[in-house]
Structures are given as structure tokens and as C-alpha cells.
């Protein structure tokens, strides 16, 4: 039973567009979301975080929104470079710090 | 800078071996996680740790136990291997539990069991 989804296993996008990477979760007890990058050979590394309290969190070219009535959250990253080219994972976490993670995003950006 | 270190990039073993895997971290970090990462499933939580000699199940600890006799470090054993325990191991770490703190990986393991 998978509680946080990333229906998408791979994304293209050309070099200087958006890339939108999308995740849905299913328990409403989550109140905590993150997105972890992984390159290959590496472990996740911590991206951006967004609390249930907020709607939007900025940090540079990464922006993630939160939509709370749909469980649905994305992040998207403007200009897009090919240095981002990597695993994208959603993880969400509830009020007792277990996290979930989603399948992860293969996002390729091209020159 | 966190570091989180696990023993081994690769591993082959046979099946019915008992397989170590080792994590260390050097930050003083209270938690520690041992996930396994397979393709379309993610990464999923095996077993984790608050404390020193505490430990909890995560989501699929079926044939796999832990050990944390230190605070800087954190075991995952295989009692007997499997196939289906081929996988990429990830261990984690993250300072406070009540802070929802990010956790920080170590560049996992991946193990091949024939």
C-alpha cells in the first residue's frame, strides 16, 4: 500500500524550460513533505521541504506547492539545467516522524 | 557537512549467508534508517533507531534485524539470504525526531544474492 505516489517514472525536458514533477499521498495524517534528489552511485540528497501549514516554499529555481484538498504536491524547477538531471523522490511525513517515500521521477534535462 | 558511510558499494553473497551491512555517521545524529530501494517501488523503510540498543520495524523488516550497539553506528543483517533480498541498501540518519529533521544517506550498498 503505497501512501505516496509518483505516478510519472520519467520526464524529459529541454535545457532553460520548467520541469514540473508531480506526488500524490493518500494519508491526511501527513503533515510534512520533502523531494530528495538522487544522482547515480549516490544517496538522496535533501532538496526542499514544505510544512502542512504553507501552500508554497521557494528556494531559488526549485519551488514546491502543496495542494492539502487534492493530497497532491509538485515541484518545479525554473530554468531547468542538465546538471539536474536525476531521481526525483517525494517523501512525506506524519506527526510521529515516520516518512514515506514515493517510486521516484527520472527527470532528463537536454542540452 | 554530514557524512554517512556504509561499508560496502557491492556486495555478492550466496543464498542462506549471513550478510553485514554497516552504517556510520559522524554528526551525533539520534536517528538512524536503513531503507532498500528497488525499481517503481521507491525506497522503504526496513528498520530504523531513536536510541542506542533501540530499535523499531519500518515497513518490510521480514527476514532482516539490527543492531545498534553505538550511537554512530547502525547494522542491518541479513540472517539468511535471499534472492529476493538483491537490492540497493540506503542508511540514513537525522538529528532529532521531534524536529522532523531531514535525513542525511549514506551511497548505499547494492547487494546481489545468488
Known amino acids: 500500500d503505497q501512501q505516496v505516489k509518483q505516478n510519472s517514472p520519467s520526464l524529459s525536458v529541454q535545457e532553460g524550460r520548467i520541469s514540473i514533477l508531480n506526488c500524490d499521498y493518500t494519508?491526511?495524517?501527513?503533515?510534512?513533505f520533502l523531494w530528495y534528489k538522487k544522482y547515480p552511485a549516490e544517496g538522496p540528497t535533501f532538496l526542499i521541504s514544505i510544512s502542512s501549514i504553507k501552500d508554497k516554499n521557494e528556494d531559488g529555481r526549485f519551488t514546491v506547492f502543496l495542494n492539502k484538498s487534492a493530497k497532491h504536491l509538485s515541484l518545479h524547477i525554473v530554468p531547468s539545467q542538465p546538471g539536474d538531471s536525476a531521481v526525483y523522490f517525494c517523501?512525506?511525513?506524519?506527526?510521529?516522524?515516520?516518512?514515506?517515500f514515493g517510486a521516484g521521477t527520472r527527470l532528463t534535462v537536454k542540452p | 557537512d554530514v557524512k554517512v558511510t556504509q561499508s560496502s558499494r557491492y556486495l555478492v553473497k550466496r543464498t542462506g549467508e549471513k550478510v553485514f551491512l554497516e552504517c556510520v555517521q559522524d554528526?551525533?545524529?539520534?536517528?538512524m534508517f536503513w531503507y532498500r530501494q528497488d525499481p517503481g517501488l521507491g525506497l522503504r523503510l526496513i528498520y530504523f533507531s531513536y536510541d542506542v540498543k533501540m530499535k523499531e520495524k519500518g515497513d518490510i523488516p521480514e527476514g532482516y534485524s539490527v543492531s545498534r550497539e553505538k550511537k554512530e553506528r547502525f547494522s542491518l543483517i541479513l540472517e539468511s539470504a535471499s534472492t529476493n533480498q538483491t537490492s540497493m541498501y540506503l542508511c540514513?540518519?537525522?538529528?532529532?525526531?521531534?524536529?522532523?529533521?531531514?535525513?542525511?544517506f549514506g551511497p548505499g550498498t547494492r547487494l546481489l544474492v545468488l
Open positions: 494519508n491526511s495524517m501527513f503533515d510534512y
Open positions: 517523501a512525506a511525513s506524519s506527526y510521529n516522524n515516520d516518512m514515506r
Open positions: 554528526m551525533d545524529h539520534e536517528n
Open positions: 540514513a540518519s537525522s538529528a532529532d525526531r521531534r524536529l522532523k529533521e531531514t535525513q542525511y
